[in-house]
Structure formats: structure tokens, C-alpha cells
């Protein structure tokens, strides 16, 4: 404890990142640090509603200047602070424990552990009675902390998983820190200490979503914490906040920090759990959830999934439903304003909720709770691997680079099964008859980058398993042969989803789709999916088939599906191929307008409509460009229309060398000369000749190690240009059609191509 009044200094709390969470640290302005003559690694105590002790670092780089002190969530829960909260610190000193007892820090968990391995995580470790801490001694230490403070934080963790356990008792009584002549005793079930603030949730435990956090915290945490903020500005304090996002988000996860947070008693409502099959049972059991929560006040209630207990009443044939609804909007309405009770509600389906409920009064604030960007998927998988030993080779980074579109949830399982990887290498070593496994094994168990790899092959993207979404694997290096094409994809997409900030300073809006067109097997798909890789978006590639139904306005729905999914784990691209399948020009039916001019009017209120498309891209191909609907090509749809035609001889050189790459060639062979003998050859040709060529080899000998010239000669016997000079003079005569309608204003756009310009020829057809 400190000795004098000069010791003492008052900071505000500030939330400690979730990277050095869970390690007793606390992040102290250097002005502090000198006044209270510490050193990095120094014990202080900080006193909130109660006093807990930490180990004092210097501050990060961006908090130089600023007189706030960063602490974890557990380590606010020990002090009884909040975020925001003002707290004092002391220099402390910490004495050596002569026996420290443990128990789990939740309801219904049973733990067995030696003491040994909880003595070598918490080693050196400042604790005091009642203090709730965190077994996460596998994780990483940051590269700015001090060499001796990052050998204190090295010491090996209790278990793969994260545990959290309360300190029932130290001897002495006061801080203590465990040392080798320590006795350590873990209690083998919860024990509930009176007051205790609950911190099995904490804003430490949810990654990528910092400004969900922020929002919701003024409409929730503010409130119940300080309602005297709202009583001196004369308003009504907010009564229910609605998320909503996809699955897996973290909205049930959100709401419960937030509650532990504000110290609050929270009250769970599982939707379908509260249906009764008595006349008016349902009613009851809501009105009597409210009526507990408006007693233990201050509250939040949280209602999972409440499109199930609050559909829309015109839409449900049902009266108990009906009477539910009518239930909740008015207790809703009956909280008074002052009662220190707040309702949450989650679902990921806003838009079957009742809407009466959706206005201010009841839900005042809907808040989405996204898919989280790269630096988000970083945050959730430190969190989620932060008890976990990781072999050196592990670079979460770049697995937060290729998880494209997964929420946390399917992080969560992702490091799961990754773990599963690591056990199942070591089972054979395992004998289960033996009841225990050898503290040596458990020692070298490890999860290796290739664990890591192996899971992301079984867990998919949970918010777009209804799409088929794809990380592509091309890269600009992959596509030879289309430089002007590639130039203008990387300007027009991986630009403005990588820089959006520099079309903002110009004033300017980025393009919004691209259409690809020219002959087959020139490479339009590759060069999609090498924007939308280079660009570090999701990729979704879609085929009219899976949009057109033969039901009525099935279709429509397909297509405002693949928008909406496209938005939530934007950043995306997606990719349209045979668009002109797809979006034919208006018109040509007779009677009811036909399934295809329903989905171009789709399609077209999507591109333009009320909701922008914020970091989604269109990229349409298609061999047959005069048949689209003129209204798709103008700028603010399909913005730039693209030629890929087959490649020059620079070009083919580049191409047959990338296809070439992998292949064992002879001496002999040369590729210069056989990209100027392939003149009009695509890619898909130039990919087919080297295929042809490798076959040639392994007919003339199966173990042969290469492949010649003459193997090459003579596949380009058996190959030939997919493009004739007749379709590429209607390619050409398109292209200056194109140019011609984008100066004068007067014509009707590309419609008024004659159809018959790409009517078959002798030698080839575009198709």
C-alpha cells in the first residue's frame, strides 16, 4: 500500500487491447511512471470500488501525452470500473505467498489440474483475494515490452484453452505473488463471492467490432451507469437497442459483455423458449421476466432470436404469436424511463420483426453487427488462440488475410479443429487405458501452420455458405498477355477497395461494375479473379443457372439474395459469367413480360438504387456483348466496358511461360518461337497446347524426365487458334460501335447492333 497522499495518482480507464489481455499488465503514462519512481515490471495497485494489483508497463506509442491508464477486462472487473471511469493508482509492493488457493471463475465447470502447472502460469504473477484471472501464458508477447518483463510472461499455460479462475484465498492476506516455495490448491468447483462482478464475458473476448462496442456502450452502458447525465439534460435515456447481422457475429456475445460490463444483472430470453402451450402462458412468462428485471434493477434483458416471438402480425396466422407481440410492445412502453432497465434484442433476420417494434420509444437504435474486415479476423483469432501454444510458423496475419467472409464463429471453429490436428498427431503416442497423459507429451504439444492449413479445407464461411464463395488463388503474375485489360481492373477495382479514402478526397465515386468481353478462352474469369484476389476481397462467382426459377419472382429474390450477401462481407466482387444469358435486351417477348426482363429490372434497381453498393464490384464476361440490355452498359451500372481479345506475341510468350512453368522443357525448346507460330491462339488454346505437348512425352516414354521441341511440334499438329479473322473483324466492328455510342448521344446504345454480327461463320463461332 502506499505510504503517503504523494503517491497516489488519478487516472481514467481506458480498454486494453485483447492482444495483451489476460496478462496482469497494466499500460501507465510515463509521467506516472517517473512520479511514482517505477520501472517497467513494477507492482501498483489500482483502486476502483475495490483494489486489485497489476504490473505496471510504459504506454503505447499513441498514448504518449495521454493521462489514462489501459486495463483488460478482467482487471476492470477486479477494480469495479468500467471504461470511462476514473480510478487511483499506487506504488505497491508485492510480498511472496506461502499458500494461494484457486477455484473455477464460472457456474458448471469442474477442473483438475497439478499445482505445478498453475504455479508456472501465475509465477510472479501480483494476485489478491478475490482478483478473477486468466490462464494465457501461450500467448505472444508484444516485441516493445521490456526483455525481463517478457521472460516473466513466457512461462508455460496451465492449458491449451483459456481458463478463467477466481482467487478465493492468499496467505498472507493483501498482494501476493506465487513463487516456487508456494502452496497452490485448486478447488475443484465455482465458489460465489458476495459482490463479485461477473467477467466471463468481457469486451477483451470480442474482436473486430470496436465501433459496434463504442455504439453500443453510449445507448446501454452510459444509461445504466450514469443516469443522471440523462435527468440533467431532461431526456428519456434509450429503452431497447436491436442488432442484427449475420449468424455468428457475436450479438448474444456482445450483449453479455456489455452487461457484465455495466455491472448489470442480465436476464436471457431464448425466443422459442418462452412460448407456452396454455392460453396466455407465453404472455405470463414475459410479463414475469420484466417484472424480475424492473426489481434487480440496475438490468438488461436480452431476446435472442426475436423474430421468433415477434414476427410480423399480418404475416402469421397465428393468435398466440399475435398476443405476444402485443405483449412486448407494451411492456415496452410500460418501462418507465428512469427504471434503469434496458432491452437488447438480436436476430439476423431485421426485416421479419414486427415494425411497430422497429420506431423510437421501443428499439431506438439498430446497430448491425457486420462480417469482420482482415484487421478484425486478426483481433478474433488472437483472442481465440490466446491460450493456445502456436509453433513458430504460425502467422496469424496471414490467416487473417485468406479467412475471407468468416465471422467469428467460424474463427472459433477454425482454431478448433486446428487443435484437433495437433491431438490427433500425437494420439499414436497416447495409451487412453492409462487415465492421465505424461506431462512430457502434453509439453511438446504444439498447433503447426499445417494444422492451421488442414482446417480452413473443412470450415467454410458460415455467412456465405448460400453463395458459393471462393478465395481466389490468381494473382497479376498469373495473367500473361492482357496488360491493357489487367490496367484497367486494377484502376477501376483493386484501387478503390483498397485506397476508398483517395476517391473520397477527390470527390469522385469509384466504378461500380465492369463488363469483359471478346472471344472465348481469352482469360476473362482468370482476370476477375486476379482483381478480386490483388484486391483482398471475396470472391463470388455465379452462373445464370443458379439465379433463374422457373417459379414466379424466385428469381428476383435469388438475385436480391446475392446483393445482400455481397454487401455483408463486402469487401466483394462478383463475377457474372455468359451475362448475356443472364440480362438479354428487353423487348423481345410477347404477353407477360418473360423471367429474363424481370431479373434486368433486378439487376438494374440493385446496381442504382436506394441502398448503394458500398465496396462490391460487378464484373460481368460474355462472348455476345450486343445482346445485353442497353439500359446495364451506361455509366453508374457496368461503368467500364473491357476488350479481351487473344494476346500478341508478347503476350503468348509470357502465357506459354506461366503454363510452362512446372513442366521439366528440354534444352531445345523455345517458347519465343512458338508464341510467334501461334498467332490468334488464346489462353485456354495456349494452355491446351502445352497440355498436348506434355502428353506427346509421356506417349514416347512414361518415365521420360522432359519435353522437346518436337513434342511441342507436334501438338501443334493436333491444336489450332480458337479465333478466326472473321470473328475478330466483328469483335473489332463492335469495339468502334461501342466508341461511336459513347460521343453521341443519340443513339440508343449498343442495342442497335444488329444480332446477326456474331452470327456464325465457316471457321468458328463466338459462344
Known sequence: MADTETDTRRLQVANLPPADSGRGLARVPASIMNALGLSDGDVIEIVGKRSTPARAIRPYGDDEGLDIIRLDGLQRANAGVGSGDFVEVNRAVSRPATRVVFAPAQNNVRLQGSSEALKRSFA????????????????????????????????????????????????????????????????????????????????????GMRDTIDALREMVELPLRHPELFQRLGVDPPKGVLLHGPPGTGKTRLARAVANESDAQFFHIAGPEIMGSAYGESEKRLREIFEEASQAAPSIIFIDEIDSIAPKRDQVSGEAEKRLVAQLLTLMDGLEPRQ????????????????????????????????????????????????????????????????????????????????????????????????????????????????????????????MREVMVQVPTIGWDDVGGLDAAAAKLKEGVELPLKHPEAFKRLGIRPAKGFLLYGPPGTGKTLLAKAAARESQANFISIKSSDLLSKWYGESEQQIARLFARARQVAPTVIFIDELDSLVPARGGGFGEPQVTERVVNTILAEMDGLEELQSVVLIGATNRPNLIDPALLRPGRLDELVYVGPPDVAGRRRILAIHAKSMPLAKDVDLETLARRTERFTGADLEDLTRRAGLTA????????????????????????????????????????????????????????SPGMLTPREGGKPS
Open 698 to 753: 509421356l506417349r514416347r516414354d512414361l518415365h521420360g524426365g522432359e519435353v522437346t521441341m518436337a513434342d511441342f511440334e507436334l501438338a501443334l499438329t493436333d491444336t489450332r487458334a480458337s479465333v478466326t479473322p472473321e470473328m475478330l473483324a466483328e469483335y473489332e466492328r463492335i469495339q468502334d460501335t461501342l466508341k461511336s455510342d459513347a460521343v453521341r448521344p443519340d443513339r440508343g446504345g449498343i442495342g442497335f447492333i
Open 340 to 463: 434503469n432497465l434496458v432491452v437488447i434484442a438480436a436476430t439476423n433476420r431485421p426485416e421479419a420483426i414486427d415494425e411497430a417494434l422497429r420506431r423510437p420509444g421501443r428499439f431506438d437504435r439498430e446497430i448491425v453487427v457486420g462480417v469482420p474486415d482482415e484487421s478484425g479476423r486478426r483481433e478474433i483469432l488472437g483472442i481465440h488462440t490466446r491460450g493456445m501454444p502456436l509453433a513458430d510458423g504460425v502467422d496469424l496475419d496471414d490467416l487473417a488475410r485468406r479467412t475471407y467472409g468468416f465471422v467469428g464463429a467460424d474463427l472459433g471453429a477454425l482454431t478448433r479443429e486446428a487443435a484437433l490436428e495437433a491431438v490427433r498427431r500425437i494420439m499414436p503416442e497416447i495409451n487412453l487405458a492409462d487415465g492421465t497423459i505424461p506431462t512430457e507429451i502434453l509439453d511438446r504439444l504444439s498447433v503447426l501452420a499445417s494444422d492451421f492449413d488442414n482446417a480452413l479445407k473443412r470450415v467454410q464461411p458460415s455467412a
Open 124 to 207: 510472479e504473477r501480483p494476485l489478491t483475494a478475490g482478483d478473477t484471472v486468466a490462464t494465457a501464458g501461450h500467448q505472444r508477447v508484444n516485441a516493445d515490452m521490456p526483455e525481463h518483463v517478457r521472460q516473466l510472461l513466457n512461462a508455460p499455460a496451465f492449458a491449451m484453452q483459456e481458463v478463467r479462475l477466481a482467487v478465493v484465498s492468499t496467505a498472507p492476506r493483501g498482494i501476493v505473488h506465487i513463487d516456487r516455495d508456494t502452496v497452490v490448491e485448486l478447488l475443484p468447483e465455482y465458489t460465489e463471492q458476495h459482490g463479485e462482478r461477473r467477467a466471463d464475458v468481457t469486451y477483451d473476448d470480442l474482436g
